[in-house]
């Protein structure tokens, strides 16, 4: 995602930017603005909703002619000269094939069957699920072996909260372990898969909160209030962030009329529709981990 950015008002860092740009008598003015592309990565700051250039940044990436360019240093001993002859090894050459895994993903009708994934000679493992970051992905997306797993985390970290019940610990420590410890596991990346469960595990992660709930003695908040509300902040920051690169799909189904947004259609099933999963996966068709 390119997004502009607008010149420092007044001082010294503004200097800093004008002789950066390397043009003969550029004076920027309080509107001038610089393409996001001449900063690099590590420039802006993503920890917020918004993301913004860290404090002294000045643009570094440019593709000048050549005789604006700087002269590069020269490596001057020969041992760093013979490393910097020396081929660079190919990226595929240094993959380990024995933990690399192929996922596919495939909601045709009528399926073909693919060709298997070769490195080096070795064909690579498909398989039906595979744990990524945390989460159990599956190949029919349905997230039942993921339901499983938060489930059975869910009970064994209810068991202490039930001990701490039983040494009479305060209800207000109590709901604190609740939030910090039981519910970190039940809400884990739930924005990919609270919406495309099956009603009965729907179900069976409401039960368990609600025993959570009269342990500490409060009404805590249902699994579907949770993914909405999770659900409706991430879109949101999505469409806060202009360098998101889901930012620009769901810009597009804004309603031209009232500017709100309007129902995401998809061609795939209803259950990746549900969750906003499903637009991370037009883009991948293929789910391959290294």
């Not at 039906?128 to 489930?151: C, F, P, Q, S």
């Not at 009479?168 to 420590?173: F, I, N």
């Amino acid at each position: 995602m390119v997004a502009v950015v607008r010149f420092p008002k007044t001082g010294e860092r503004r200097r800093q930017w004008e002789l950066a740009l390397r043009r003969d008598g550029f004076v920027s003015s309080g509107r001038t603005l610089l393409c996001s592309e001449h900063f690099r990565s590590e420039d802006f700051d993503r920890t917020g909703q918004t993301v913004r250039l860290k404090d002294g940044v000045v643009p570094t990436v440019f593709n000048f002619p050549a005789h604006l360019q700087r002269p590069e240093a020269t490596r001057s001993t020969t041992t760093s000269r013979r490393a910097e002859d020396e081929p660079q090894p190919n990226v595929v050459s240094i993959l380990n094939v024995a933990k690399t895994r192929e996922m596919v993903i495939d909601f045709r009708r009528v399926r073909t069957s693919l060709l298997p994934l070769c490195i080096l000679g070795e064909d690579v493992a498909v398989v039906e699920d595979y744990k990524y970051l945390g989460v159990h992905l599956d190949n029919g997306l349905n997230w039942r072996i993921n339901t499983d797993a938060v489930h059975k985390k869910g009970m064994s970290r209810l068991y202490f909260l039930r001990k701490l019940r039983y040494f009479h610990v305060c209800s207000k420590m109590l709901e604190i372990f609740y939030r910090s410890v039981v519910a970190s596991a039940l809400f884990f990346a739930v924005v990919c898969w609270g919406g495309s469960i099956r009603a009965g595990d729907t179900s069976r992660i409401n039960k368990l909160i609600r025993k959570a709930g009269s342990v500490i003695g409060i009404k805590l908040d249902p699994f579907e209030a949770v993914v909405e509300r999770r659900t409706l902040n991430r879109l949101l920051s999505i469409m806060d962030n202009p360098t998101h690169p889901l930012h620009l799909q769901l810009d597009s189904q804004r309603s031209s009329f009232s500017n709100r947004l309007l129902q995401l259609r998809s061609a795939i099933t209803q259950q990746i529709t549900c969750s906003i999963v499903y637009l991370e996966y037009n883009h991948v068709v293929h789910f391959t981990h290294i």
